[in-house]
Every structure is written in C-alpha cells, then in structure tokens.
C-alpha cells in the first residue's frame, strides 16, 4: 500500500504554479482508510508541500429537526454542521499533527447549506448516470461537494480562520478497502449467515462490481471540477496481495465493530510504524450518513430505491 501511495504522489502529479498551493488533497472523513493514505503520503511527498484535507458536512433539515426536538427538551444548541464525519475529521487531522508532524495539514471545511445541496442536484444526477439510485444521489453529491474543495480553514498558530478553495489537482479516495477487507455491515450480516464461506463470496462480489458500481460515477463526479481522483487501494499489487491472504486474515466479523471489519487494516495503522491508534479502531460510516446527505427530504425512500421512480 506504501508502495501504491508513493507511485501516485512523487511522480505523477503536476506541481503547481504556486509552491504554497498543496499539489494533493485527500477526501477525508477522519476513519481509517483515509487517515492511513494521508499518513502514507506524508512519507512521500516533500515535508514543505501542505495536504489539503476536504471534510465535507451537509445542512440536513430531517436530521435537524429530530435535533431540534432534543433541544426544546432541555439540550444543547443545534450545529447544523455538526454531522459525525466533522467530529472524526477534527479528530482525524489532529492524529495526524502529532503523528505526521513538521507538516502544514489544510483542514478543510466544507460546508452546504441545504438549499445550495439542491441546486446543484440535477447536474449531479447528470454526471452520475446511468447509476440512478437515492444511495448514489447521496454518496455522489457528498463525493462533487468535498472535490470542488470550497471551504474554510483555520490556521494552527493564530485560530484565524479564512475562506479557501483546494487548487489540488489530484484526490485521493478510500474506495477499495471495504470491499477488499469486508469492511460493511452487509459483510458481517452475510458471515453470521453463511459463515466464512459466504464472506468470501460477498466479498468477491463486491471486488468483482466496484468498477461498475463506483468507479465511473466517482470519476465523472471529481473530473466535473477538473481534477483526478485516483484509488491507491485497487492498485493492482494491492488487489492481487489482499486477494492471495485467506479471508480471516483480512477480517473476523465475530469481533465487535470497529475492530473485526478490515481487521488487517486496522493492525497495520495501530502498529508501531504507523502509530494511528485512534483511526485504527474507528469504526466503518457510511460517507451519506457520515456527511448526513442520505435522506435529507422527507420521502420514505430507500437507498436502493431509483430516483424518479414513484413519481
């Protein structure tokens, strides 16, 4: 994974005109997956070049308004940003400021406000086609908002905080790592089913349709904005190294969440050469529900239900 991190950062990303400007942004929540790829970039690129942080939170009015409710009955005040990636984010960059230091980490805040969410729907639904489902709509949106990179950072010294946009020309994504490690929740539902033999076979499942069901729709929505995305967990090497291990070496769903799932993964952070003890037991979210994209309307649909498809 080192490896497949230093051949898409040293080599191939175009440096930019502005030598303040970071030449790399990862899409990150703060969970496991993208704290280690930010960790590993930090062994490879020029300690001097900032890593921009993209942390993207959604105004959800559903989820605000259960909130709301805990407030009238005595809680504290509602921030409607306050979305559980935002909290694993500050989280996250702050791991990564003890454990990576001597670099400028650019936390990125972003911020959508619900009605700016719903403007930009119909482009999104555009690039993301022909995939047409409510759980696409939501991880789509979540994906173009964090690579369009518009937010608000705060500096480390002063806590002044200032408007930014990323100028990162490439992002790196996460994707891979759950499917090759039995990192969702249908994973573990198939293993107390089926058993060892009936993990694997979602797992190869998954494997087998990420092209179909991923890719395409994560690289029209972060190429909108005129950037790359690239996907440092299904280099090639990566790929053919996970799927030579016996699947109990990757994960153990007997274990309780946030340790079995992706369990490999989580050895390798929390080890003594990669020191991320608090994102090596981060357990898996969802980015619609990490984001609070998912269910944003009140409709009754179901994440596997096609958009349109009531009306």
Partial sequence: L???????????????????????AILFSGGLDCTL???????????????????????????????????AAGGAAVDPYGVPDRR????????????????EWRFVRIDVPFEEAMGCKERILGLMAPLD??????????????????????????????EYTSQARVLF??????????????????????GWSGLLTEVSLDVGRIAQRNLG????????????????????SVVTFLSSLPIYIKADPRYRKGIGEKMLLRQYACSEWMGLSRAGVEPKRAVQFGARTAKMVDGGEKGVDRIGASE
Avoid at 2 to 24: A, M
């Fill in 2 to 24: 080192s490896t497949s991190v230093r051949l898409r950062t040293t080599t191939t990303i175009p440096r930019p005109s502005n030598p303040h400007h970071p030449r790399l």
């Fill in 37 to 71: 790829l930010a960790a590993l970039a930090h062994r490879h690129l020029p300690l001097e070049e900032p890593i921009d942080l993209l942390n993207v939170a959604f105004e959800n009015p559903r989820a605000l308004k259960a909130s709301h409710k805990t407030r």
């Fill in 88 to 103: 694993t984010g500050i989280e996250g960059v702050a791991e990564l400021r003890r454990v990576c230091g001597g670099r």
């Fill in 133 to 162: 489902t409510v759980m696409d709509l939501s991880i789509a949106m979540a994906f173009w908002f964090a690579a369009r990179g518009k937010g608000v950072v705060k500096d480390e010294e002063s806590g002044e905080e200032r």
């Fill in 173 to 194: 994504s996460g994707l891979g790592a759950d499917e090759q490690l039995a990192g969702y929740g249908r994973h573990t539902a198939r293993f107390q089913k089926e």
């Fill in 217 to 236: 729709r994560d690289d029209r929505i972060v190429a909108d904005h005129g950037k790359e995305v690239r996907f440092p967990f299904l280099d090639e």
